[in-house]
């Protein structure tokens, strides 16, 4: 299956916001869509998704495709337990008996069974997201967009929920797309990272990142550095 | 958290204990029954007023209108509500009548409602006036406010319209309310009793207040105040079970 956006531009009134954005994303692969803050990057993903109408291009392969999501916020319903904050976005699509042992399994895979009823409200902000990424994975769906989704967590939660997230796609296979400005997200998490450039937002240079995924910190540093580089320049 | 309620609670007391040696420095003071009455002689008529045989029909019908009368307001309020949220037609047709309700004073509709209607309505009535406005106000905010991001996670996700009114509006509507519930409560008991008062039906607490100020029979009005406060926190602990009958508690 292929997925990808093609020539699409969008403008609010007379300021243009998306400049002719044409990405491929590969299947299985997670793509990071990077950029400084308020680029449009959100934009794109809302595109993507169809929560925005785009002005013109073609959206290629997500028309019939369900997709999970993860969002900057974890948006867990707060009078509902872990375990129905799950199931609210299975139902009808998995069969109510699979439903409570699909989510005891992947909980127990996690390490979180003993959450299984906790409320919103008795969760940190971190338990929150890893619980908004899991309801992501166990959600029968090809696709996973996130937005921005470790941008409101620590440094020490940042790196559980990342574990989290790379424990979960090892196990369930999905095409994912992360929109970041975090540029160690994107080299930790990007099989190819496609680097935005700012007003308007054009695709400025895509890297092929899956090479240097599994390799040292000091390569990883040094990429850091040449993308650093990119972003720099294109302020 | 447990210190916190047990400081409130030995707040609460201190305050009951508080009002209570008010009365009785007053009561010796004035030393006259009809102005402030003693303890004692409230005491002697609250015990009259129990032992009269139609002392559980009077509470009981009071009781009654109460809770039918906000039961009413309930069910139209969470109806026009939500009316008034998917439809700027009722929208704008209920502002008027909000605008009068709140504008217009009680005692003036009262009087009209009287006229009006049978004595046995006018107390339901007086308290709609009052509750109504408030619940109506609580569902259409609680339907205009909802977090719009679990709107769009639930759409996104693709969860069907059903699931998102029965999982999310509903259950948000009860919460707001369930938080109002029991002042709205306890000021429709206080407005249905003033209604009594006024439309004196035959088994009521507002008739019987009336009597007793006519008999200038103060102990038997003070008795009767004991009462309704014993009934207001008989509502009070009816809220409670049902808040935790909901689970309310248990995320809030």
Redesign the interface.
Known sequence: MKYGVKNINKSYKDLKILDNISIDFEEYKTTCILGESGVGKTTLLNIIAGITDKDTGDIIGFGDEVSSFVFQEDRLIEWKNVKDNISFVLQKKIKKIEIENLIDKYLKLVNLEEYKYFYPKDLSGGMRQRISILRAFIYPSRILIMDEPFKSLDINNKQIVIELFKKLKTVEKKTCILVTHDVEEAITLGDKIVILSNKPTRVNVIIDNSSILDENDENKSKLKKVIEGKMIRNI | MKSYILKNRKLSIISKIYLIIIWILLSQTINNDVIVPSIKSTFISMIELIKDPGFLNIISSTILRTLLGFLISLFLAIILGILSSISKIVHNLMQPILKFLNSVPTIAIIVLALIWLNNEIVPIFVGFLMVFPVLYETVLQSILNIDK??I???Y?????KI?IIK??YI??IF?NLSTIFNSALGINLKMVIAGEVLAQPKYSIGSKIQLERMYLNTSGVFAWIIIILFISAMFDYMVKALRYLF??N???
């Open positions: 991001n679990i769009q996670m639930a996104l996700y693709r969860v069907n699931e999982n999310i259950p948000n919460y689970g309310i248990k995320w809030k």
